[in-house]
């Protein structure tokens, strides 16, 4: 199993980056995915995942984040507009640890995923 962010980079504040995943060892489009972040200092936190084609969002990304994938391609996507400075963080995406529909809000949970990415670094600041 391999997940391989990228994307990151130095953006100013009002700005847009589109992070991509590209997995590869395992069936992608059986599986949820998220996007996680970590900030210095900080645990990592949900971003958004991807469940059964459905998006969920952390309220603090609500309107500004787009979570998609692309089965044929292999790749997990977030597209990221009207960036802040406290959306700076490194970038995870990482993949639900069992396969078929997540109930409930265990979509959420850091614990209830195995496989993560390196991670791309995300700096929004003028």
């Known amino acids: 199993v391999q997940l391989v962010e990228s994307g990151g980079g130095l953006v100013q504040p009002g700005g847009s980056l589109r992070l991509s995943c590209a997995v590869s060892?395992?069936?992608?489009?059986?599986?949820?995915m998220g996007w996680f972040r970590q900030a210095p200092g900080k645990e990592r936190e949900i971003v958004a995942a991807?469940?059964?084609?459905?998006?969920y969002y952390a309220d603090s990304v609500k309107g500004r984040f787009t979570i998609s994938r692309d089965n044929a391609k292999n790749t997990l996507y977030l597209q990221m507009n009207s960036l802040k400075p406290e959306d700076t963080a490194v970038y995870y995406c990482?993949?639900?640890?069992?396969?078929?529909?997540?109930?409930?809000?265990?979509?959420?949970?850091?614990?209830?995923?195995?496989?993560w990415g390196q991670g791309t670094q995300v700096t929004v600041s003028s």
């Open positions: 990482a993949r639900y640890k069992r396969q078929g529909i997540v109930y409930g809000r265990a979509w959420s949970e850091r614990d209830n995923y195995d496989h």
């Open positions: 060892g395992f069936t992608f489009r059986f599986y949820t």
């Open positions: 991807i469940n059964n084609g459905v998006p």
